[in-house]
């Protein structure tokens, strides 16, 4: 099989999805990296339709990624000469190398949307790709809603690849832009289309195929895919170029990208969700932080003996990793290999680690995503264990103060290196209060707790049948520099709920992050939800526990 080149449309297409939006410099560090990993062609925009985009082919084109870059329009107005048309004229002007343009390819769509005759279109499609080829221009066309005109008006169709290929177009790409044609309807297509040159796909994912009808077409004798990072885009999205990018190297054996660049699909995705400020949904094929997560107790006990038992693939293949979760369905095994992935032993306790984790979950509790917690259980069965401090009494009021915001005072007792020491601090909500007193405590004798700050604050209520009784949940997330690690806490008092998740997030931070492992992650740049006595007061409620205050008044 010939190879097969990767067209990345998530600067354009990719943005059309509802709440993404990415700034002139954010779509040039993704194009850079894109470019970097190997994609064939990076499409930068649409230079004639807004200034962002015109801003940014206009700095784009002294970078090392130019070469790649495309810029992206459509074929003449009808009536409208080739060397007439603004909009041609500035794909001209952008100054990429290859130009990719997109036309009406069903019959329906050029006499009901364009209100043209079909033979003029044909026209049109001929005259706008030839014009752009006399420029020195390589030309990629875009058939737009090309398998609907297919079954539609086949002929028709057809003729407008030819329309196209007659200008000069080097690649001819069908189009399945409403994103509900089946696999087989996408094979018949390239087929068809073949005879009339280089055939490549653009798809959508309305009716979650397009990934598989982007292999389909790959077989079926397609050598040009487009997609964007993660299936961004417009209603349900596009092709998503990471698992068509992994299916091809690692399932047909197709390498589409530069070497090592598959190994750097997770880092590459995580980097594109973080300038977009979104996440990489946990469960998305290859590079979500659950797609090689186990927690089944069966699960995880086949694969510490034979890895590929419930992994399709290496993770390392991909850049991510294998992961144990621990929970109430977990077995012995996930505890033993729990302890291994974070550096601990369990010496023996992980029939009592799990059995204690049952019993808190039962409870309310939750310790998937609190790994953290659950390190400290393991390390609090040790029989030499000594706890870094130890919270003894706590005490929290929190009241209101004329027409301005709530406030707390918090007192805390906490026993540290021998001597017990009595503090008080406030905050916009009982979590910031009790929190600023405890690092009060602590910081004089543990100075690098100042490192340590709190990224995340998550609440939930476990039984609502008990209202404002009912027992919450609350997960804390804290960091040091580049690494977050998270803790749980439950109980019918959120306060209580809260300062548990604090005390286990502080302990884990000064025993396992002065010196790499313990399974801790990089803290991603938007997320530093900073805490620190340096900051206003304001500052620092708004940051820790406006939310926190609110939900804590039951």
């Known amino acids: 099989m010939t190879s097969v080149a990767l067209y990345d449309t998530t600067l354009r297409d990719g943005t059309q999805k509802e709440g ?69 004229r500035s ?26 005759a079909p033979e003029e279109n044909l026209d049109r499609i001929t005259e706008s790709v030839a014009f752009l080829v006399g420029k020195g221009k390589r030309v990629i066309y875009d058939a737009e809603h090309f398998f609907d005109g297919y079954f539609e008006d086949r002929d028709y ?29 996408i094979e018949e297509g390239v087929r068809a289309a073949l005879e009339h040159g280089e055939v490549g796909v653009h798809l959508h994912d309305d009716g979650g195929c397009a990934v598989a009808s982007s292999l389909q077409a790959v077989r079926a004798g ?85 890895p590929r038992a419930y992994e399709h693939v290496d993770p390392r293949a991909v850049g991510n990793r294998t992961r144990v979760v621990v929970s109430e369905l977990s077995g012995r095994s996930n505890i033993l290999a729990k302890a291994e992935e974070l550096g601990l032993d369990a010496e023996g306790s992980e029939r009592e680690v799990l059995e204690l984790i049952k019993r808190r979950e039962a409870n309310g509790y939750a310790y998937e995503a609190a790994e953290a917690s659950v390190a400290l259980m393991l390390e609090r069965r040790k029989e030499d264990h000594q706890p870094s401090f130890e919270v003894i009494d706590h005490h929290v009021s929190a009241g209101r103060r004329g027409d301005a915001d709530g406030y707390a005072e918090a007192t805390v007792k906490v026993t540290i290196e021998g001597e017990t020491r009595h503090t008080a601090g406030e905050g916009c909500g009982p979590v910031a209060a009790l929190d600023a007193a405890l690092r009060k405590a602590l910081l004089p004798a543990r100075p690098e707790l100042k490192d340590v700050r709190l990224s995340d604050y998550k609440v939930r209520i476990v039984d609502t049948h008990d209202g404002t009784d009912a027992t919450t949940r609350v997960l804390i997330e804290c960091a040091r520099g580049t690494r977050r690690w998270r803790t749980v806490g439950a109980s019918r008092n959120v306060v209580a709920a809260s300062l548990e998740a604090l005390v286990d997030g502080y302990e884990f931070g000064l025993r396992f992050t002065s010196s790499p492992g313990a399974g801790t992650q990089p803290l991603s740049p938007r997320r530093g939800l900073v805490d620190s006595p340096e900051l206003p007061r304001q500052k620092r409620c708004r940051a820790q526990g406006a939310d926190a205050a609110k939900r804590s008044k039951k």
């Open 222 to 306: 397609a050598t040009h895919v487009q997609g964007t990072l993660l299936g961004w885009g417009e209603r349900c999205g596009n092709a998503d170029l990471v698992a068509i990018a992994a299916n091809l190297e690692l399932k047909m054996d197709l390498p589409v990208l530069a070497e090592g660049g598959l190994a750097g699909l997770r880092d590459l995705a995580r980097f594109a969700a973080e300038l977009a400020g979104l996440r990489v949904p946990s469960g998305h094929p290859y590079v979500g932080r659950s797609a090689f997560a186990h927690k089944g107790g069966v699960h995880v006990s086949a694969i510490r003996r034979f």
């Open 20 to 88: 993404l939006d990415l700034s002139v410099a954010d779509k040039l560090h993704l194009a850079e990296r894109l470019e970097q990993i190997g994609m064939t062609f990076v499409e930068g925009g649409f230079p004639g339709s807004n200034p962002k985009d015109a801003r940014f082919f206009a700095e784009a084109r002294e970078r090392a990624f130019a070469a790649a870059l495309t810029a992206f329009g459509s074929t003449a107005r009808p009536g409208v000469p080739a060397a007439d048309d603004l909009q041609l």
């Open 157 to 185: 169709a057809l003729a407008c690849l030819a329309a196209a290929a007659e200008g000069g177009a080097e690649v001819l790409v069908l189009c399945d832009t409403n994103g509900g044609r089946m696999p087989w309807e």
């Open 91 to 116: 794909l001209v002007e952008a100054g990429t190398g290859v130009v990719t343009i997109f036309g009406k390819t069903a019959k329906s769509h050029v006499e009901r949307v364009l209100r043209t």
